[in-house]
């Protein structure tokens, strides 16, 4: 029977097309294997080589290009399966020099094929090219083929030795060949070459897949040990149960650990049997959701041990096949003192729930302003109250603001210094600061502070209890004011002045200073009162005042004793200083009068001055000794200032 080169060419692209196909299945199954792409890349590209043969006989105007593609797609499908083979090896190609041998051998081609038609020359470099790489694939299966798949690559090796050899046989052939039968010997060799390129591209493909095989078989043998290691010596419990009917088929002692059945009681029987699930709708849901999914994760559920007691365990199962039957392999995790634990920690977090209520509350309720500072004395929470007292619209405006941007200047070092203090144990407080509000106005503030410690005992944070107390300070000044103030005339009054004069005469005594005091009374203060009225004489008073202040110096007290009568304490002045004093003050009255309803009242005083003299003069000795004088004043017909005899 005669076979012609067409023949071969169908049968051969026949041929490539199922080994594409079949490489093509076992990628997909067997992907996580390397090597196996580019085993499925080269039987494609050699199947495109017989392609462009096909249409070479078709479109001969493209004779050139499908030689080319024809040549390239052989030789690089080739080189292909070699890299196919150094990975499944576990062996690493080199890329670099792969590339540069496929653009080396395209060049030849591609110069032979179109600057200088020689198809012998085109296939003797294809041969060569293709019986090298066939005998370094060849010899890599030989040198570095695992344990695992001797057989298969020793087969697979040899073919690759067959079209190495037969490749050497056909370039030597080709190299020998006289014009006159070259024809002949060529197609000869070309019909050869056909069917041995069909031959071993069927049988290595054949020896490709039987080392898959192979792997796969021993790769089951160590799955299949490792799985027996892992569920015997695994420290949780596991168990594979027919998903059918809950058959207990093996567990490990890991089970028989957890949940106090042994071996000899589990035997032949479900879990059925055993009662093992306290919930079977429990295991109603890990069913469905294992068909479902193929798997359940983390599963909680309760489960009955052997003497009856309960316990949680974290359950996670996935489907296997055993016998062609579905069964479930179920690992179980005791949970029970996690789920203590988590009770627990809803408890205390219930607690700490109630605690963040009452805190909340507090600070909502609170009158005063509560502010908690980091160690560093930077806000981190304030109480609704601490807006209004400062001013401030949103908290954000606040938070994260050193606490003693809210003071004065001149006060923060000062309350530094008290926050230092706590550090060492001393506790200050309450301590009061002016503090400035957003607008700039300024407050008084009355601060507590206290640490709030960790659990260790060790300070955490600072909370301040903050409180305006403005409006207290000014009305405490006030009563002070009242205290010791004439409400008319606005001087000191007798209770004040009697305290202050005798801290001033027992400083003069000490350092031995000059001071005098002189008692000034209005003349005829009575007439005024009868004559004009008390409104009158009230205004008389608080023009004499009003005179005698612009003529003393700061440190001299100038005091109302009652009605119109007055003193006038001068430390550090002589009796001669003090006439000039109350001179000035006389005077200026003389020279103005009140006008009270379109009258003129007049208004003289008289006075008498008293010097002190001795380490035993007390007050009343100067009040009695300026009273004398005084009155002396008044006989010598008023208007007048008279003088104690002074050292």
Request: negative net charge.
């Amino acid at each position: 029977m005669k076979i012609d080169i067409p023949t071969l060419s169908v049968v051969l692209l026949i041929s490539n097309i199922l080994l594409v196909i079949t490489f093509f299945i076992q990628y997909r199954l067997n992907r996580s294997y390397q090597g196996i792409g580019c085993w499925l890349s080269g039987t494609v590209g050699i199947t495109l080589a017989t392609v462009f043969i096909a249409l070479q006989e078709i479109s001969p105007w493209l004779a050139p290009v499908n030689i080319i593609l024809n040549n390239v797609c052989f030789f690089g499908g080739t080189l292909l399966i070699y890299c196919g083979i150094l990975r499944f090896l576990g062996l690493r190609e080199n890329r670099k020099l792969n590339i540069a041998i496929i653009i080396l051998f395209t060049f030849i081609i591609v110069y032979f094929t179109i600057i200088q038609d020689n198809s012998m020359v085109r296939h003797i470099v294809l041969a060569l090219g293709v019986a090298l790489v066939s005998f370094i694939t060849g010899r890599c299966l030989l040198v570095y083929k695992p344990a695992s798949i001797v057989a298969s690559a020793n087969f697979t090796a040899v073919i690759f030795f067959i079209q190495s050899i037969f490749n050497f046989i056909l370039i030597a052939d080709l190299a020998n060949l006289s014009r006159m039968n070259g024809l002949l010997n060529f197609m000869i060799s070309q019909t050869a070459e056909y069917l041995v390129t069909l031959i071993t591209t069927v049988l290595w493909t054949f020896g490709m897949i039987l080392m898959i095989n192979q792997r796969l078989v021993k790769d089951m043998g160590k799955s299949k040990e490792q799985f027996e290691l892992i569920f015997n010596v695994n420290p949780d419990a596991m168990s594979i149960t027919r998903l059918q009917d809950g058959y207990i088929v093996d567990i490990n002692e890991s089970f028989t650990e957890l949940t106090g059945f042994t071996c000899s009681e589990i035997s032949g029987k479900s879990i059925f049997d055993i009662k093992l699930w306290v919930n079977l709708e429990d295991r109603n849901k890990v069913i469905h959701l294992v068909k479902e999914h193929g798997f359940c994760r983390s599963f909680e559920t309760i489960f009955r041990r052997g003497d009856g007691s309960l316990l949680y365990v974290s359950l996670s199962a996935d489907i296997c096949i055993l016998n062609g039957q579905d069964h479930m392999i179920s690992v179980f995790r005791d949970i029970s003192e996690l789920k203590r634990a988590e009770t627990q920690k809803q408890e205390a977090l219930k607690a700490l729930y109630a605690s963040e209520q009452l805190y909340r509350s507090i600070l909502q309720a609170s009158p005063d302003n509560i502010t908690i500072t980091d160690l560093q004395g930077n806000i981190r929470t304030v109480s609704p109250i601490a807006l209004t007292m400062f001013e401030y619209k949103t908290e954000d405006e606040i938070l994260g603001h050193p606490l003693t941007d809210f003071l004065i200047p001149s006060e923060v070092e000062r309350a530094q210094k008290n926050v230092a203090l706590m550090f060492t144990g001393i506790f200050t407080g309450p301590n009061e600061y002016t503090a400035v509000r957003a607008d700039g106005s300024l407050i008084e503030i009355e601060v507590n502070a206290e640490f709030i410690r960790d659990a260790d005992g060790s300070p955490a944070s600072i909370v301040y209890i903050i409180r305006d107390i403005t409006e207290r300070k000014r009305l405490k000044e006030e009563l002070q004011q009242q205290a010791s103030t004439d409400d008319l005339t606005g001087v000191t009054n007798r209770r004040h002045f009697i305290k202050t004069a005798n801290y001033e005469i027992a400083r003069a005594i000490r350092f031995e200073h000059p001071m005098s005091i002189a008692l000034v009374d209005i003349d005829n203060f009575k007439s005024i009162n009868d004559t004009y009225g008390h409104a009158a004489g009230d205004e008389t008073l608080i023009r004499l005042t009003k005179i005698c202040r612009e003529n003393i110096r700061d440190v001299d007290i100038f005091a109302r004793l009652g009605g119109d009568e007055f003193v006038l304490l001068l430390p550090d002045t002589a009796c001669n200083q003090a006439y000039q004093v109350v001179e000035r003050i006389r005077r200026s009255l003389n020279s103005l009068s009140v006008n009270w309803e379109d009258q003129k009242i007049s208004i003289t005083i008289s006075s008498g001055i008293a010097g002190l003299e001795h380490e035993t003069d007390t007050l009343d000795i100067l009040l009695a000794r300026a009273d004398q004088v005084l009155y002396q004043a008044k006989d010598a017909g008023k208007n007048h200032i008279m003088v104690n005899n002074c050292q």
